[in-house]
């Protein structure tokens, strides 16, 4: 069974991990409500998007934030795109020919 199982649901699975990576990197609302604005206990919750978002709008500093936007950008681009050379050995999709695996 997990062999007709796991092959059909891969998709699905690439599909979940990429929207799940780009939601890694979105995490902003949660530990903002968490730290209330102040910074928690030594700046614990301190992640990338709550620190771009400070020097926006609370520093002022838009130069450098755009900088930190780019920078998250780059890298959330980057990493889809290795999930997506990598998806080509993973991800199964019914019909579709393999390169070289022989189709009976």
Do not use: E
Not at 8 to 27: E, N, W, Y
Not at 41 to 68: E, R, W
Not at 77 to 85: H, K, N, P, S, Y
């Amino acid at each position: 069974m997990p062999n007709v199982t796991l092959p059909m649901l891969s998709p699905f699975i690439f599909f979940m991990l990429v929207i799940g990576l780009i939601g890694a990197f979105a995490s902003l609302t949660q530990a903002w409500m968490m730290r209330v604005g102040t910074g928690g206990n030594a700046d614990s919750t301190m992640l990338y998007p709550i620190g771009l978002f400070q020097h926006a709008s609370q520093v002022l500093n838009k130069g450098y934030a755009c900088a930190m936007a780019w920078l998250m950008s780059v890298v959330v681009v980057a990493a889809i795109a290795l999930l997506f050379r990598s998806s080509a050995r993973c991800v199964y999709y019914a019909g579709s020919q393999r390169p070289g695996i022989a189709q009976s």
